[in-house]
């Protein structure tokens, strides 16, 4: 016999976990499916740790301060140590390009409430020691960002989701399809979609079936093969939503004693790639990671003899003190990507009850917890106003014309 929820989340990452945890929070009786074995293990654990509300666009501004907010308090509120550590975001700049390209970001940073200000050469090498003066012209600095450890943070939710005695979760299980059937003049359970048209869908996996009348996708790269096994009343919905798996590779250091703790995010392309960012975690260790030109489109998650020669040059020529500590290993994780690099958190105006939370092109572990408060409100009919900024923002319905700038 099938299993019935108030709402079912594929997918237990950055973006399912804390979804879950406010959906139980709200008294939604939830289920989470995963076919890895337990939360957090697919995209979630190659998450380098940073956590930043400096965006350059309205949406994810908002909701990375909440994150913040969130990730900050944790071990005060929870008692869970998920090595927060408040260190900042730091945006070095040696050219009038980016220096130009930041500052007119700082109004709209600041009518959203994020604490961010263009400082000094000076005060750049104050907060990062050693980082190469020559051309030197300053830098963007927000405080409140910083890091934590995606493991902790995702057993953390996992278990205060548990906590709430509202949510399950059913791991080692892939969905291998959703059927929706059109039900007219119901009420559902939960839900802004609670009206006179809706659906119920009936995911199964290799294990089990359940009953819904909210899917909540948060399937991240896998979201768009999720979208195409979706049928209503037995006809395919001929889904196809617009997210690209894009690999990125990271790397780790040994640990060495703490000499800096702010991320240092040089824009300035080079040759095979465009950004790049490191920081100095809780334990003394360094993480980076580096956004590759062109991207690496795909699955493959295997590493390569590129990436660590790459940026490795590029961290020394910005801060030459690294050049003795040795790196301990690298790994490979997917970007979620959607055409414009900003997520997508919306209803699907095509198939009712179906809840989009996806395309977070590798920003899901800063956006989740800020993010799942909002899909808990959109499946309750809570919506403040913030947060249909956010949702406006991140409309599956949009142009996708442009990129965000800070992305």
Known sequence: MAKNYDAIIIGAGSVGL????SLGALGVKTAVIDKMP??????????????????SDPGKIIACIRSIEIFSTWKE???????????GYMFPVYREKEENLLKSFLPIQRKYGLNIDYVSPDVVSEIAPGINRDGLLGGTFSPND??????????AFFRKAKET??????????????????????VLNAGSNANSDSNNFVVETDKDTYNTPILIDAAGPFSRQLGKIVTVDSKPANLDIPVFPDSHEGGVTEPVEPFFKTMLVDLRPAKGSKNYYFYQNAHGHIIFCITPDPPILGFDKRETSLFLPQVAARMLNLMPSLKNIRVRRVWRGLYPMTPDGSPIVSWNKDVQ???????????????GPGIGEIISRMVTDQLTESDKIVTDEFS??????????LK
Not at 172 to 178: A, L, M, R
Not at 353 to 367: E, F, I, K, R, V
Request: proline share 2%; hydrophobic share 35%.
């Open 18 to 21: 804390p979804a879950a945890m």
């Open 38 to 55: 337990s939360a957090g293990q697919g995209e979630n654990k190659h998450a380098i740790g940073g956590i930043r509300a400096t965006h």
């Open 77 to 87: 509120i929870y008692g869970d140590d998920i090595e927060w550590l408040t260190g």
């Open 146 to 155: 910083g890091s934590a450890s995606p493991m902790n943070s995702a057993n």
């Open 165 to 186: 005695g509202k949510v399950d979760f059913y791991f080692k299980e892939g969905v291998k399809g959703i059927k929706a059937t059109h039900i007219s003049n119901s």
């Open 353 to 367: 009850g179906l809840l989009h939370a996806t395309g977070m092109c590798g920003q899901g572990y800063m956006l």
């Open 396 to 405: 599956l319905y949009r142009s996708f014309g442009g990129e965000e700038a």
